[in-house]
């Protein structure tokens, strides 16, 4: 019974495996939270590996480097995109990030805030990528407001 249980297991990591998904719901429980999903590459708990490092989420200088401004700026507008359908599938991340963190050090160097702005406003049907992407100071940007120029 317990080996076909396993069995079962085995066969829905391989087609988690083959769908790329990141877990799949195993046969057998946890044992330490009863929790059925497992993660594909490692087969551990999805639940207790939560609960493991949840403490590091809140753990400001772990977490630095990836709560950047210029990150959560690109995260936003990328989700704001998305939400309005003007994000289209040949967007490099990357490259519009760079811009982000180009601004970012503009602003650092020289003193004045610089901002990143959409050539084409997206409240105009323009397209969140970096070929619609600028950066001006925060007193040009706010003056343009969402003025095609």
């Given at each position: 019974m317990f080996g076909e249980k396993g069995q079962k297991s085995g066969i829905a990591r391989q087609q988690a495996k083959k769908n790329g998904d990141k877990t799949?719901?195993?046969?057998?429980?946890?044992?330490?939270?009863?929790?059925?999903e497992k993660y594909t590459s490692s087969?551990?708990?999805?639940?207790?590996n939560i609960k493991r490092?949840?403490?590091?989420?809140?753990?400001?200088?772990?977490?630095?480097?990836?709560r950047t401004k210029a990150k959560n700026n690109a995260k936003t507008y990328r989700y704001r995109t998305r939400k309005k359908q003007q994000m289209p599938e040949t967007v490099d991340n990357e490259?519009?990030?760079?811009?982000?963190?180009?601004?970012?050090?503009?602003?650092?160097?020289?003193?004045?805030?610089?901002?990143?702005?959409?050539?084409?406003?997206?409240?105009k049907g323009g397209l969140h990528h970096e070929s619609n992407l600028q950066i001006l100071t925060q007193f040009e940007n706010l003056s343009k407001g969402n003025k095609i120029i």
């Open positions: 799949y719901i195993a046969g057998n429980a946890c044992k330490h939270c009863g929790s059925y087969c551990g708990c999805v639940g207790c490092n949840k403490s590091k989420l809140y753990d400001d200088e772990l977490m630095k480097p990836y490259k519009i990030l760079e811009f982000y963190k180009e601004a970012e050090r503009k602003t650092k160097e020289t003193g004045v805030i610089h901002h990143v702005d959409h050539i084409i406003p997206i409240s």
